[in-house]
């Protein structure tokens, strides 16, 4: 297999318009509780938001070739994935590197490594998911692989699939789910819209809920 593939299925444009319209908690719930990344991978910025196709990466722990590579070769809208191993002693990323995407109009960044230059990245306005913030440079020695499948972390990410970061974390919706992944998000969230309108009517959670059947089988008392 080449180390560099450049041809990758990607989600159709419109899915990824629309699920970006939806938070990824809504999406991770909606389509079953699947996708979504480890917790430790986090937004530099809480404001940070990204959706777009995934264009993949495997590479070395401290080394950021391919890394780089991958920002020669992705197209306008992709979001980077990175798998360095969970490594989080390295800044793999930083602003130099941050304006070559904007320049590319590469939608975003997201490492299971770590970034430097924060300040200046969250002044730049690309969103960048890390597993850690890390002043340590790296390398540009070890060859990997770009698209790829990669387990990146705790999800398998292949080319193409939509990856959806927000403040709450990241999820993965693999590409050919993506028009019904968004349909079932827009049907969950009309749902809790009216969970919060039912609420805000004075209804109680329990009524809401439906939790009245499921507490007396399991013998819930109070003193009421």
Request: glycine letters at 10%.
């Amino acid at each position: 297999m080449p180390h560099i593939i450049t041809r990758i299925a990607r989600a159709a444009a419109e899915d990824v318009a629309e699920l970006a319209r939806f938070g990824s908690a809504t999406i991770h719930e909606a389509q079953g509780r699947l996708g979504a990344v480890s917790s430790r991978i986090k937004p530099i910025d809480r404001a940070m938001s990204v959706c777009g196709p995934a264009f993949t990466v495997q590479s070395a722990p401290r080394d950021n070739i391919m890394l780089q590579l991958a920002i020669n070769y992705a197209q306008k809208g992709d979001v980077i994935v990175v798998s360095a191993g969970e490594y989080e002693e390295a800044g793999s990323f930083g602003d130099v590197l941050g304006n070559a995407c904007l320049a590319k109009g590469i939608a975003g960044v997201v490492t299971d490594t770590g970034v430097r230059d924060t300040l200046e990245l969250i002044k730049l306005g690309l969103p960048v998911f890390s597993l850690s913030v890390c002043i340590k440079g790296t390398v540009k020695e070890t060859l990997g692989q770009i698209n790829g499948d990669i387990v990146f972390g705790g999800q398998l990410v292949r080319p193409g699939d939509v990856i959806r970061g927000d403040a709450d974390g990241l999820v993965v919706v693999r590409r050919e789910d993506a028009a019904a992944v968004a349909a079932k998000s827009a049907a969950r969230e009309e749902a809790e819209a009216g969970y919060i309108m039912a609420y805000k009517s004075g209804r109680s959670v329990i009524d809401v809920s439906n939790l009245e059947a499921v507490l007396k089988a399991k013998g819930l008392t109070t003193d009421l």
